[in-house]
């Protein structure tokens, strides 16, 4: 809450257009406006936020920043950020001069810039920050993990001059990386690595930030955390899972369907397998169908997120043959979009299929639901290998998706007896993530201190 007599600050915030990064940049905004902060949201065009959804919030779109790539694959998502910096450097730099002129003309102190939060993919945002003699800090919306698999990367280049992402050594353990293997690093999706690295160390180089905010806790990361701490000369500060810190609002950039609600609430407890493989993965129309048969073959009742355009070559679901259909009947439910943290609270959800990116992740965990991890690019592979390997929390379904693979792991993590053994870590693992939000926990306590020192700026 705003205290009594201190002046209001304002924190510029610079999202990136995807919906895992935008999720966590919003909850940002919503607990520092809550702890007495006015938040500016200063955004690309492509995928803008919704206004309407933080009335609380002054929005600022940067014009002409739409980009000429429209992601269809994957493998596209790297030229697109580098094309997205170069559009947005100088439409920022404009937009917050005049900001921070119009500010200082009038003489305020309250309501001035105090500093400015930026995704670090939005690495534009560092330079005019210089300019401008303002702080800044950097949000890292991924795991600490993954974080430091990137380190990694770029160390193995330089010391094997390749990524020894060999076949006969993809399942090998990575050097002071357990449990990772060397096929869990963040580069097997991306054909054009050099412009990744390119992109990593363009986010990691510049030292003129004051902070870096991570969205985890420690007591899921804590020795990761540590050794990102022992690298930088700069505070860091872990205060998630943000979603359960932050006032309830969706940031969602599609419509969500609440009619899947009233559809958990006639199944029973725990009988539910919720499938959805996030806002930027794609598949092919195999796969759709494989994973169809898989899902109707467990005799499990499932819910199952397809977003359109998701699958090349069809806007939607028209693809599955009639014959699937049928076999539906009223045990499945399929839908373009949904509100998560509602499913994932609901009692009659037993378990998340899942590509592991790290809102799904958190939000998992924290309504106890054991997971199927099926990564597909990023920082997917750290996490799932985290959840069935460090937390023990979930299973990992590595190959293909293929209907007898699927239709298996639904019913051991559903029906089988090592499924109930992980819903009860899973319980006791929300548990303790909870009591680091609370008053007196880690992430509480770093919040705090973030606070502190924006107030200090």
Request: hydrophobic letters at 40%; one cysteine or more.
């Amino acid at each position: 809450m705003e205290k009594e007599g201190r002046r209001r600050l304002r924190v510029v915030l610079v999202p990136a257009p995807f919906q895992g990064h935008i999720n966590p940049m919003l909850q940002l905004g919503s607990i520092l406006h809550s702890n007495g902060f006015s938040i500016t949201v200063v955004h690309a065009q492509y995928n803008s936020p919704k206004p309407s959804s933080h009335p609380d919030f002054s929005f600022l779109s940067l014009p002409d920043t739409s980009t000429d790539r429209k992601m269809s694959r994957d493998d596209e998502l790297v030229p697109f950020v580098s094309q997205l910096n170069a559009k947005c450097k100088a439409r920022f730099r404009e937009c917050l001069a005049d900001q921070v002129m119009m500010s200082r003309q009038q003489g305020k102190t309250d309501d001035a810039i105090a500093c400015i939060i930026y995704d670090e993919v939005m690495h534009f945002s560092e330079e005019t920050a210089k300019d401008l003699n303002l702080p800044s800090i950097i949000l890292r919306t991924g795991s600490a993990s993954h974080f430091l698999t990137r380190s990694a990367l770029v160390q193995l280049i330089k010391t094997e001059g390749h990524l020894p992402f060999l076949e006969f050594r993809s399942h090998d353990l990575v050097p002071e990386l357990y449990p990772l293997r060397f096929k869990d690093l963040p580069h097997s999706i991306f054909k054009n690595l050099d412009k990744l690295l390119q992109i990593v160390s363009e986010a990691s180089d510049n030292k003129t930030y004051s902070a870096i905010i991570h969205n985890t806790t420690a007591c899921l990361e804590n020795s990761s955390l540590a050794k990102i701490q022992q690298q930088c000369q700069v505070p860091i500060f872990s205060i998630g899972p943000m979603h359960k810190i932050a006032s309830a609002s969706s940031s969602s950039l599609w419509e969500e369907d609440n009619s899947c609600l009233a559809w958990l609430d006639k199944q029973s407890c725990n009988s539910v397998i919720y499938v959805s493989l996030g806002s930027l993965a794609f598949m092919d129309a195999k796969e759709l169908v494989e994973m169809a048969w898989g899902l109707v073959n467990s005799q499990q009742p499932f819910l199952w997120v397809v977003r359109p355009g998701s699958v090349h070559g069809a806007e939607w679901i028209e693809i599955l043959a009639k014959c699937f259909k049928e076999n539906i009947d009223e045990r499945g439910y399929i839908v373009k979009w949904v509100p998560q943290k509602k499913v994932l609270a609901h009692d009659a959800v037993g378990g998340f299929l899942s590509n592991c990116g790290w809102n799904s992740t958190l939000e998992s965990i924290c309504e106890g639901v054991p997971m199927i991890c099926r990564p597909c690019f990023g920082d997917q592979g750290v996490n799932a290998r985290y959840v069935s390997h460090i937390w023990k929390v979930g299973l990992e379904l590595e190959s293909e998706l293929e209907r007898g693979k699927i239709e298996k792991a639904v019913r051991r993590l559903l029906v089988d007896e090592e499924g109930k053994e992980m819903r009860k870590r899973a319980k006791n693992l929300k548990d303790i993530v909870e009591l680091c939000t609370r008053e007196g926990g880690s992430s509480n306590n770093s919040l705090k201190e973030l606070i502190e020192m924006i107030m200090s700026f």
